[in-house]
């Protein structure tokens, strides 16, 4: 059974620092995986999705890679900005599964 | 640029009280699905619909029912509200089950059952 986990739940920094959020999980044979972003009372917005042949993918100042072997995905956010402040969410689609698995979300507070 | 629209964005239920939660979306997507969010457990699949024409179980069905009404449209039900039906409920849609596109959210409804 899948599983994803994404540490620490919380995280704050001040404005203007790159940092690095991160997403593990279980079973290495996924057919992709996703990063989402939620705003309190807001659905997901889609930021990035990894293909399982892809080792990185990269939109503006997001930067998502992939590391199968490990089971491990880390989202890079240069520059950090206020606007950034939001939980983020990993999530993994098993090959040949159903769903997508979800993290429980590290939520991101920028500091102005 | 609607996107997937969910309504109500939030209703009270007595226990025992039904309703039925709508979503729509405009992008001409054939698949779409149901979650709920609750506190420590994450989004969790209720019931997913591949085509227009299909519906098909997720990880946490029991207490719901679906109805794919058109492309459009992917509607869910419960029948006999409990509390433990308390949730956040989110629609989302994708251009196609098991393809590396991404999967739309809508906005959510909140939904408490006293």
């Known amino acids: 059974k899948q599983e994803v986990t994404q540490i620490p739940a919380a995280l704050s920094v001040p404005e203007g620092e790159n940092l690095v959020l991160n997403c593990s999980f279980t079973d290495s044979a996924i057919y992709n995986l996703q990063w989402f972003r939620q705003d309190p009372g807001k659905g997901l917005t889609s930021l990035l999705l990894i293909q399982s042949s892809q080792r990185e993918q990269t939109s503006g100042r997001l930067n998502a890679s992939l590391d199968k072997s490990s089971g491990r995905s880390t989202l890079y956010i240069a520059a950090s900005q206020p606007g950034d402040s939001a939980t983020y969410l990993c999530a993994v689609r098993t090959q040949g599964a159903q769903k997508l698995v979800f993290g429980q979300g590290t939520r991101l507070t920028i500091n102005p | ?114």
């Open chain 2, 1 to 114: 640029n609607a996107g997937v629209t969910q309504t109500p964005k939030f209703q009270v239920l007595k226990t025992g009280q039904s309703m039925t939660l709508q979503c729509a979306q405009d992008m001409n997507h054939n698949s779409m699905y149901w979650y709920r969010q609750d506190p420590g457990m994450g989004l969790r699949l209720i019931y997913y619909s591949a085509s227009e024409g299909t519906t098909d179980k997720g990880e946490v069905p029991n207490g719901y029912n679906v109805s794919r009404l058109n492309k459009r449209e992917f509607s869910l039900r419960l029948e006999s509200a409990a509390p433990s039906q308390t949730s956040v409920y989110f629609c989302a849609s994708s251009i196609q089950d098991y393809s590396n596109q991404p999967q739309h959210f809508g906005d959510g409804t909140r939904l408490s059952i006293l």
